[in-house]
């Protein structure tokens, strides 16, 4: 591995930070920005959000590694990590919609036709259209394969019934990549099928879900005789698990992105905290978490480098990024809890303007748990590492070689 940039990457790296100078807004100083997920609501306004995707898109840096008549930059994956260590020092919301350009993005690139790629890509490049994600179900999340949600074919259209959950953005977005269950009658993973779907329509009903930390970032979707036209379909019919396992590997780069930034500023802020008169930092069991803590994020970001290199040269993103979202995620949860620990009584406090640091520790707090659930919770992120990394044997699986209407369950579809 060779971290240092080629001239022609010096020069992409000058060229970014010039124009971010320009067109963003810096990180005052000392800002608490560290360990906020990707994707996290919090204050950030989707609005502003949009508004800074527009801004990116229109001055060519908007989805770096699309092809330009899909709405990119025609580079690779290397130029989107320098684009991310130059935005780490700006204040812009630059992962917002991860989930339609990291994941329903790569979906449409290989399974849809050329027309609907140029009239769907760009849009959703520049924020104008927002995607969301409709895989989990009420009954299927890490087994995302027993979904029950029906898609049946109607002259060239299918109609859809069913409910999804968890989905992220539904109520901003007007499409979505749906996977649904097109024949009972086989195994769970041969008879299902993808597609996009107009968000827009009588048939498709949100509900939000509301939060703990008061956002309301996901919600569950019903479908009654929603339609969608044939030409939607990504892929064939019956092969969709093949394009969610392809959503699921660039959803693994995305969730790699949950590994904590600005642990620097952590430190810094570790820094200037007082405990009984004395500095923090001179406390033997603190140094000895801030070093494991450190040791931790060193780790994960040399994968993640490791990653991105293999990604650079044309590979597919490996178990390095359920190394980095496991850990990650665990790291940002046991932070967040240490320094709400550390701040005494005002650890509890929710409001920004009265809380120290904006209330940023609370707020992660918070909004953890729900970062070691999404993209894969830690112990389907285990089994990855176990069968992927350490080569031991795959879990039994007790539904192999079944129809999926032969699979016991409580879903009247299966009957
Ligand atoms: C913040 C957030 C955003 C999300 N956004 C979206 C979205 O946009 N679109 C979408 O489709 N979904 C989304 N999800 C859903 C997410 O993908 C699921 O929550 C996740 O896949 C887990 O599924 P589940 O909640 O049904 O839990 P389950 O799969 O029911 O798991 C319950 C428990 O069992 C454990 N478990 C399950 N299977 C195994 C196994 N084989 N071995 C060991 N343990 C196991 C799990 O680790 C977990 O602890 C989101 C979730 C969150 C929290």
Request: glycine share 10%; charged share 20%; net charge negative.
């Amino acid at each position: 591995m060779n971290f240092n940039d080629t001239p022609e990457q010096t020069r992409f790296r000058s060229e970014v930070r010039n124009w971010l100078q320009a067109n963003a807004t810096p990180k005052p100083p000392g800002e608490v920005k560290a360990l906020q997920p990707a994707g996290a609501e919090g204050s950030v306004n989707y609005i502003d959000a949009q508004a800074w995707y527009k801004k990116k898109a229109d001055a060519g840096y908007a989805c770096l590694t699309w092809a330009k008549e899909h709405g990119g930059a025609g580079l690779n994956a290397i130029h989107q990590v320098i684009w991310n260590q130059e935005m780490a020092h700006f204040s812009e919301p630059d992962n917002y919609f991860f989930i339609g350009q990291g994941n329903c993005g790569p979906a449409i690139t290989h399974f849809a036709n050329e027309e609907t790629k140029l009239k769907l890509l760009p849009r959703m490049a520049s924020a104008e259209d927002i995607w969301c994600q409709l895989f989990s179900e009420p009954g299927a999340g890490s087994d995302i394969a027993g979904l029950s949600t029906k898609a049946v074919s109607d002259g060239d259209n299918w109609i859809i019934n069913g409910q999804k959950i968890w989905t992220s953005g539904a109520q901003y977005s007007r499409y979505g990549v749906i996977l649904t269950r097109t024949d009972p009658g086989i195994s769970k993973y041969r008879g299902m099928t993808m597609f996009m779907i107009d968000m827009d329509q009588p048939g498709v009903q949100i509900q939000p879900i509301k939060q703990m930390d008061e956002g309301h970032h996901f919600n569950e979707v019903f479908f009654n005789d929603a339609v969608v036209p044939d030409s939607y379909r990504l892929g064939e019919i019956g092969g969709g698990w093949g394009c969610a396992l392809t959503i699921l590997m660039h959803e693994r780069l995305a969730v790699s992105s949950v590994q904590p930034t600005g642990f620097a500023e952590f430190l810094a802020t570790c820094k200037s905290l007082e405990l009984n008169g004395e500095k923090l930092i001179n406390d033997p069991v603190v140094r000895e978490r801030l070093a494991s803590w450190y040791c931790q994020q060193a780790g994960i970001l040399n994968a993640s480098n490791r990653m991105f290199t293999a990604v650079a040269k044309g590979g597919m993103p490996g178990a390095e990024a359920a190394l980095g979202k496991l850990v990650g995620a665990t790291m940002s949860q046991e932070i967040a809890n240490f320094m709400c620990q550390q701040l005494g009584q005002s650890g509890i406090i929710m409001e920004p303007g009265y809380s120290e640091f904006d209330a940023h520790y609370q707020n992660s707090l918070l909004l953890a748990p729900g970062i070691r659930l999404a993209g894969g919770t830690d112990e389907i992120m285990r089994n990855i590492i176990a069968e992927q990394v350490l080569g031991l044997p795959q879990e039994p699986r007790a539904d192999k070689g079944m129809a999926y209407s032969e699979i016991p369950s409580g879903n009247t579809l299966t009957q």
